[in-house]
C-alpha cells in the first residue's frame, strides 16, 4: 500500500509537463500527503481535455451511506485510499469509476516502509487513479484513489509488497485516461511495476502514517 506521497510541484510547472489546458484553484500541495489530505489531480474535463483540480485522497464512492460498517465517511474513505489495479474494474466500489473517472496522480517521491522512492532525475511521475464525486444534497466531495500493482525489485528490496502503478510515458498516460476505454483487457498491460529508472532516496525512521 501507498500511505504517503509528495507532490510538491508548482501546478504551472505540472501543467506544462502534462498537457493540462486548464488549472482550477487550490492544486498545490506544500506538504506530504496522507489519507484524507488534499492532493493535486489531473483529469479530462467535458471537453476532454485535462484539467488539474485538488481532491481528497480516500475514495468515496457515489452511493455511499453511512452504515453499521462504516459509520462515518471519513471511516470508508480510510479504507479507499489504494485500490488494486488486478481486481478493481470488478468491485462495486471502483468499477464505474473504472470505466468512466480515470484519472492521474502527479507526485515526485512516495515512501514504502519508511523508505522514500522517486525518479533518478528527480522528475515528476503520475500514479494511475480513480476519482468519484459524492453529495448528499448538502455537501459535495470529490475524492480520488491511487492504484497499485507488484513491487518493482527497489521496492521489493525493502520487503514490501505492493507499489502505485506508475505510467511510463506520454502513450500511456493518454490510454489510461481515454474515454473511449471502458473494458479492462485493453488497459492492462499499463497496470505493471515500473522500475526504470525509480530509485531508493533513502530510508526515514520519524516518518508518520495517517
Known amino acids: 500500500m501507498c500511505h504517503r506521497y509528495n507532490a510538491h510541484v508548482s501546478p504551472e510547472k505540472l501543467a506544462q ?104 532525475d528527480s522528475r515528476p511521475f503520475v500514479f494511475a487513479g480513480l476519482w468519484e464525486q459524492w453529495s448528499d444534497g448538502e455537501e459535495t466531495v470529490e475524492s480520488y484513489t491511487i492504484l497499485t500493482t507488484d513491487p518493482s525489485p527497489p521496492v521489493e528490496a525493502v520487503k514490501h509488497h505492493r507499489m502505485p502503478v506508475i505510467l511510463p510515458d506520454d502513450d500511456a498516460i493518454s490510454r489510461w485516461l481515454s474515454p473511449d476505454i471502458v473494458e479492462p483487457q485493453p488497459l492492462q498491460h499499463l497496470l505493471r511495476p515500473y522500475a526504470e529508472d525509480l530509485i531508493d532516496l533513502g530510508e526515514e525512521k520519524s516518518g508518520r502514517l495517517f
Not at 27 to 33: F, I, M, P, V, Y
Not at 48 to 61: A, D, I, V, Y
Not at 90 to 119: D, S
Open 17 to 120: 509537463i502534462f498537457d493540462v489546458v486548464r488549472i482550477l484553484s487550490s492544486t498545490s500541495a506544500e506538504k506530504d500527503l496522507f489519507p484524507l489530505s488534499m492532493g493535486p489531480v489531473i483529469r479530462l474535463d467535458a471537453e476532454g481535455e485535462r484539467e488539474l483540480t485538488s481532491m481528497q485522497w480516500g475514495f468515496l464512492p457515489a452511493w455511499w451511506k453511512p452504515s453499521a460498517r462504516s459509520k462515518s465517511r471519513n471511516a470508508f474513505q480510510r479504507k479507499c485510499f489504494n485500490a488494486r489495479s488486478e481486481t478493481v474494474h470488478e468491485k462495486p466500489t471502483y468499477r464505474n469509476a473504472f470505466k468512466k473517472r480515470r484519472c492521474l496522480i502527479p507526485a515526485v517521491k512516495f515512501e514504502e516502509k519508511t523508505h522514500w522512492f522517486g525518479m533518478q
